[in-house]
């Protein structure tokens, strides 16, 4: 895995060849050298590691995910501001499992840097409000699940928002 900022300079380095490569006429090389940058440019905006741990995630290999996400050794300079919102919020995934207090943490942590897509803000913020709950927050709880419903447009948590507003009477 390379630091953030030498994806960067590697991208610009190989297009600064290709340039070389179409002015020596080698067409064919100039191109493949462009595609060649697009890789670590892309991998600039979309971290590799990350990329795999969601993969790991998906198949619910919490510990394979954990394992990919040990392999990133400082998230601040190996990772843009989005990047670390998604380690955080893939942190909080893997201890709500075990250890909450560690959970609610990373997904305070994932939504203050931010992340990408409203339905990853739902469901760490129904997160929250189900370790809320639990932890006999109501108020918190309630407000953070008003929130989690207005972000998901599709309709795809409201089966569980619904559970936990039902669990919220109980208390």
């Known amino acids: 895995m390379f630091n953030k900022n030498l ?4 991208a610009g380095l190989i297009i600064a060849y290709s340039v070389y490569q179409f002015i020596e006429g080698n067409i064919g090389n100039g191109i493949f050298l462009i595609l060649l940058s697009l890789i670590f440019i892309f991998l600039y905006f979309r ?4 990329l795999l741990a969601f993969l790991r995630m998906r198949k619910q290999d919490l510990t394979g995910t954990k394992n990919w996400l040990d392999k990133i050794k400082s998230p601040e300079a190996a990772l843009t501001v989005k990047q ?15 250890n909450l207090t560690q959970a609610e943490k990373y997904f305070k942590k994932a939504l203050k840097l931010g992340l990408t897509m409203d339905y990853d803000v739902a ?17 918190e709880a309630t407000m953070l699940l008003n929130e989690a419903k207005k972000l998901d447009k599709n309709n795809m948590l409201t089966d569980q928002i619904k559970m936990m507003q039902q669990q919220m009477k109980k208390i």
Do not use: P, V
């Not at 994806?7 to 590697?10: A, E, F, R, T």
């Not at 971290?47 to 990350?50: M, S, T, V």
């Not at 998604?86 to 075990?98: D, E, K, V």
């Open 84 to 98: 670390q919102g998604y380690y955080n919020y893939l942190h909080g995934i893997i201890f709500s499992q075990t």
């Open 7 to 10: 994806k960067l300079i590697i």
């Open 123 to 139: 469901m760490a913020k129904l997160s929250l409000a189900g370790i809320s709950m639990q932890k006999r927050r109501k108020r």
């Open 47 to 50: 971290n590799e590691i990350i």
